[in-house]
């Protein structure tokens, strides 16, 4: 049985064309999207090791809890030409 969180809802998690998408967006290499990131919890300040997904597209958005204090984060991932993700992780709970 699946349960789903209202609190954080999934995208789409095997799109039919994510092969096609990483085709297009990474022509320069076979498969070097970065599939994780290093990022630091604007509650605790540790750093915190989260797996990326490059086959969801070049620009995602989810929530995510810290590793180290279970705060919610609102993440922005953004895959750059080159096949390197720029993360933004901000404080969840501020609305
Ligand atoms: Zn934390």
């Known amino acids: 049985m ?4 209202n ?9 039919d064309d994510a092969d096609t998408w990483l ?27 989260i797996g ?10 989810y929530v995510e809890d810290c590793q180290v204090c279970c705060q919610p984060w609102q993440l922005v991932v953004q895959y ?3 096949g390197s993700a720029h993360v933004t992780v901000t404080a969840a709970d501020g609305e």
Not at 2 to 5: H, L, W
Not at 7 to 15: H, K, L, Q, V
Not at 52 to 60: K, V
């Open 2 to 5: 699946i349960t789903r969180s």
């Open 7 to 15: 609190d954080n809802p999934a995208p789409d998690p095997e799109p």
């Open 23 to 49: 085709d297009d967006a990474f022509p320069l290499g076979d498969g070097v999207a970065d599939d994780s990131s290093e990022v630091y919890c604007p509650y605790c300040g540790e750093p915190n090791e």
């Open 52 to 61: 990326l997904d490059p086959g969801s597209g070049p620009h995602q958005e």
């Open 80 to 82: 750059l030409p080159d």
